[in-house]
């Protein structure tokens, strides 16, 4: 697994910084110890605590110093952590570091991962410090935020000077001449940038600044891609995700069918019913396509079932090598690039997506977690923490707003480099494409075998990176179905 999810760093706490609850949450000390914390109408139990950590986290609304129980030598400040990760793995909490002259904060860190925890890693006068090209400044309402989806957290900057400052970041600087920079919040913001690989140290060998970030991985993406993978999918950013209706008390719902262009029409009509007669199979399998939620779990889907789903659906049948110059000769003996034929299409027939089913309940088949083998028709079991598991099926129940979860939850993940290898600017559009057309390539062969499916329209990278121990920029979640026999009253899409 990453090492930022195995064990916490253990490194002094920066001196300047506070953790203070959002502004929407509540504390409360009950009686016999329970400490509650609330969230509109929601409570849940920190846990019970000292009184005098029930009189001590009451400092949490203006803000407690991290460095004030990070030592935990004391009962006292052991609790007192406790009780803050506990709130932080919630989300629960933010950052600040460093007040104007006026008492303003300067600088506020928002967590975007709900493991996340300041890290203050050691910086040396003679070390030289640059922007990473995956961050970016941008406005946030009345407020300035430093982000990139590679970071745990994104920082409003409330002074310009340390915006400016960071502007200048953009060129590789020594950490002694920040250290004079009027304005800084001290050291304590640049090793925070850089525990967030916002900022990165520049190594003495390095030739450029794009391969230097501490991942050959990296060097594969350009910046937009990233941004929208991390951005687009659940677990590495803190925004609302899925049908939440932002805009309907703004502007009214669009029609569902597009008011039609003037001029002269020509009606198909009379063809189609001509026609209907000889309907095809594939068409008949087309219209009976509809996405399934619910399944009956009293009859599950069997093993041999799913083995002819995968093997029409998705299945090798064969690989073939093709020069990398079209024109080359080739008895040459040139590079040459090797492609795989499956039943789906694939840009530049890089097919670089992967299925990972989560088991729930398979006739024949144990619950777990299995990789597909394409190449040789084989299902592969991943040991992984069950709590983990589980949040992954309740994910998709969620998504789906079923009753239960899915009997097979079809995790569709991307081997990026391999799309990313050939193609610029437009690497992670084909990737998306790609998993379009795999989706329905699954709901034709569920409904040909009899089966019920679902895609779901969000995965959690984040999760589906501690399940696998793969970095979610190079071997990620990009689609999810959900399969299985289906209950016979059901809803259609």
């Given amino acids: 697994m990453p090492a930022r999810v195995t064990k916490e760093k253990r490194r002094a706490a920066p001196e300047g910084l506070s953790v203070r609850l959002l502004q929407h949450v509540t504390l409360q000390a009950r009686p016999g110890g329970d400490i509650v914390v609330g969230v509109d109408d929601f409570s849940a139990s920190l846990g019970k605590f000292s009184a005098s950590v029930a009189e001590r986290v009451q400092d949490l609304r203006a803000g407690l110093p991290l460095a004030s129980f990070a030592s935990r030598r004391r009962s006292l400040d052991k609790e007192i952590h406790l009780l803050v990760r506990r709130l932080a793995a919630r989300g629960l909490v933010e950052y600040r570091?460093?007040?104007?002259?006026?008492?303003?904060?300067?600088?506020?860190?928002?967590?975007q991962l709900p493991d996340y925890w300041p890290q203050n890693p050691k910086l040396r006068d003679n070390e030289v410090v640059v922007l990473s090209r995956f961050a970016y400044m941008r406005r946030r309402a009345d407020e300035m935020v430093l982000e990139s989806p590679r970071a745990g957290a994104l920082f409003k900057i409330r002074d310009p000077k340390i915006a400016a400052l960071l502007a200048a970041l953009a060129t590789p600087q020594k950490v002694k001449a920040l250290r004079r920079q009027a304005g800084l919040a001290g050291?304590?913001?640049?090793a925070l940038l850089v525990d967030c690989q916002i900022l990165f140290k520049v190594g003495a060998n390095d030739e450029g600044l794009r391969p230097t970030e501490g991942d050959g991985n990296l060097v594969l993406w350009d910046f937009h891609d990233l941004l929208f993978h991390a951005r687009s999918t659940e677990g590495r950013h803190a925004n609302p995700v899925g049908g939440h209706y932002s805009y309907a008390d703004v502007v009214p719902e669009r029609p569902a069918i597009r008011p039609n262009w003037p001029g002269t029409k020509i009606d198909l009509r009379p063809f189609s019913t001509a026609l209907a007669q000889e309907i095809s199979p594939a068409a008949k399998i087309l219209n009976e396509r509809h996405s399934t939620r619910d399944f009956d779990d009293l009859a599950p889907i069997a093993l041999?079932?799913?083995?002819?789903?995968?093997?029409?659906a998705a299945r090798v049948y064969s690989t073939v090598e093709t020069p990398l110059d079209p024109d080359a000769d080739p008895a040459g003996g040139g590079p040459t690039l090797t492609h795989t034929i499956r039943p789906y299409p694939s840009g530049g027939a890089s097919y670089e997506l992967e299925l990972y089913l989560a088991v729930d309940k398979c006739e024949g088949l144990p619950r777990g977690f299995y990789h597909y083998d394409a190449g040789g028709h084989t299902l592969v079991r991943i040991e992984v923490r069950e709590p983990e598991f589980e949040a992954l099926l309740k994910g998709a129940e969620f998504a789906m707003g079923a009753s239960a979860v899915p009997q097979i939850l079809i995790t569709i993940a991307a081997r990026f480099s391999r799309v990313s290898w050939k193609y610029s600017s437009i690497a992670y559009a084909l990737?998306?494409?790609d998993v379009g057309v795999l989706l329905q390539t699954l709901y034709m062969m569920a409904t040909d075998i009899g089966l019920g499916g679902c895609a779901i329209g969000t995965t959690n990278i984040d999760l589906f990176a501690k399940m696998t121990g793969l970095e979610f920029h190079v071997e990620g979640p990009v689609g999810q179905f959900a399969l299985g026999r289906g209950v016979k009253s059901e809803s259609s899409c």
């Fill in 97 to 111: 570091l460093g007040r104007s002259r006026g008492g303003a904060d300067q600088v506020v860190i928002e967590p």
């Fill in 431 to 433: 990737i998306l494409k």
């Fill in 187 to 190: 050291i304590e913001l640049l």
């Fill in 304 to 312: 041999a079932e799913l083995s002819r789903f995968l093997d029409a």
